[in-house]
């Protein structure tokens, strides 16, 4: 059983760091900010909600695990809306120019 | 190494590069976020080195509050900067002020490299001890009982900030509200986040001052959060600082300080000490003490954020 447990956190872990991964590389790579915003938030949502899922089978107790998915939550929350805030400021920028 | 040192290794030189891009940023506001960055890290530094209140504070203070101050005032000084009103430094005095930064970073590493290997401690004496407060967590037994003076007079300094703060305000506001007014139709975006996080973020600060008295947290952390909160709410407009001349506003200002020294002037009559406590009641008294503690910061640090009154006060 420990060891179905173990692949799992770690194909889970894997696949969100493989997330971040591309996140980051979106980030340097693609050309103007919106679409820099775009990798940026998927690797936030995506990467960290992979690493919290690997994470909640190791975690002590019940509310550990609640925390772990309440920090996704909020990170979810503010990251969402940095991105509609950057987002904004980007077209407003752009339509000035 | 194994794979904990490495990934220390990596985080020290991550510190170094963020700070070094800070220094070199073109601007203010990208020094800034370089800033905030470097707090955050510094924050993962502490608790590799197991000291989870320092951390804690640091991401709340000198990361977050501090970051969201810096950024008011890279706010301000946009016009200045792209109208190239920039003080420079000139050559000379540029190079003197980094050789003299070298060199306190020289002597601040060095003092650290020569010190002891078994470096002087208090913390045998401060744990032996713990079991008379009643607490649970050393931090909070240093900050509020072993040192409690120089906690007290810390709440007086950030008071003074405040009333520093204010008096740049001109003679015909004095008095009246800092900040943006309230809006009538706030960003609806910051006005979404504000509405979903003050709850819950009310809640964790309140849990984490709390806690406080036996595991990682205290009064400094959770009126951080607390300021946090209103400070997000103000910045989405869905609400507007009080008027500077608000009696409730000055007593939540002082209450902390005040409630500190009161009791501090309590034990030295009740308690054999100038800020001495009972023995049996410590916990209760630094607990009662932490909470109006709680309830200034929360105050005081979102009134160094609004500024000084901007506008006329209403009578």
Redesign the interface.
């Known amino acids: 059983m420990s060891l179905v447990v173990d692949l799992f956190s770690i194909v889970a872990i894997g696949a969100g760091v493989f997330f971040f991964l591309a996140g980051a590389v979106g980030l340097l790579r693609f050309p103007d900010p919106l679409s820099r915003l775009h990798a940026l938030t998927k690797a936030d949502n995506l990467g960290l909600g992979l690493v919290v899922l690997g994470l909640l089978p190791r975690s002590d107790s019940l509310l550990a695990a609640l925390k772990l998915i309440a920090i996704w939550a909020?990170v979810q929350?503010?990251g969402a809306?940095a991105a509609?805030?950057v987002g904004?400021a980007v077209r407003r920028k752009g339509s000035a120019a | 190494m194994s794979i904990l040192q490495a990934l220390d290794v990596g985080l020290a030189f991550l510190v170094f590069a963020v700070a070094a891009w800070t220094i070199f940023a073109p601007g203010a506001f990208a020094a800034t976020v370089g800033y905030v960055v470097y707090g955050l890290l510094l924050s993962l530094v502490w608790i590799r080195l197991f000291a989870v209140d320092v951390a804690l504070t640091e991401a709340a203070i000198g990361s977050g509050v501090t970051g969201v101050l810096l950024i008011g005032a890279a706010a301000r000084l946009r016009a200045a900067e792209r109208a190239g009103h920039e003080e420079s430094v000139s050559g000379l005095s540029g190079v003197f002020a980094a050789v003299l930064c070298a060199l306190v970073a020289l002597a601040l590493a060095g003092v650290v490299l020569l010190l002891p290997d078994q470096g002087p401690s208090l913390a045998p004496q401060a744990m032996r001890k713990l079991p008379e407060t009643g607490l649970g967590n050393p931090v909070t037994a240093v900050l509020i009982a072993y040192r409690a003076f120089d906690t007290m007079l810390e709440k007086v300094v950030l008071v003074l900030a405040v009333v520093g703060v204010w008096s740049l305000a001109a003679d015909r506001y004095w008095g009246g509200a800092p900040g943006e007014a309230r809006a009538a139709s706030p960003e609806p975006t910051l006005a979404f986040l504000a509405q979903i996080l003050a709850p819950l973020g009310i809640l964790v600060g309140i849990h984490v001052f709390w806690v406080g008295a036996d595991e990682p947290g205290g009064a400094f952390q959770g009126g951080a959060i607390l300021a946090a909160m209103w400070i997000i709410v103000m910045m989405a407009r869905l609400t507007e600082a009080p008027q500077t001349n608000a009696f409730w506003l000055r007593l939540a200002l002082v209450a902390g300080p005040v409630v500190f020294l009161a009791a501090g002037l309590a034990g030295a009559i009740f308690a054999g000490g100038f800020f001495a406590y009972p023995p049996g009641f410590a916990k209760p008294a630094i607990l009662f003490i932490e909470a109006f503690m709680v309830l200034s910061i929360a105050v005081t640090l979102p009134m160094l954020v609004a500024g000084p009154p901007r506008r006329e006060p209403r009578q």
């Open positions: 909020l929350l503010a809306t509609q805030l904004r």
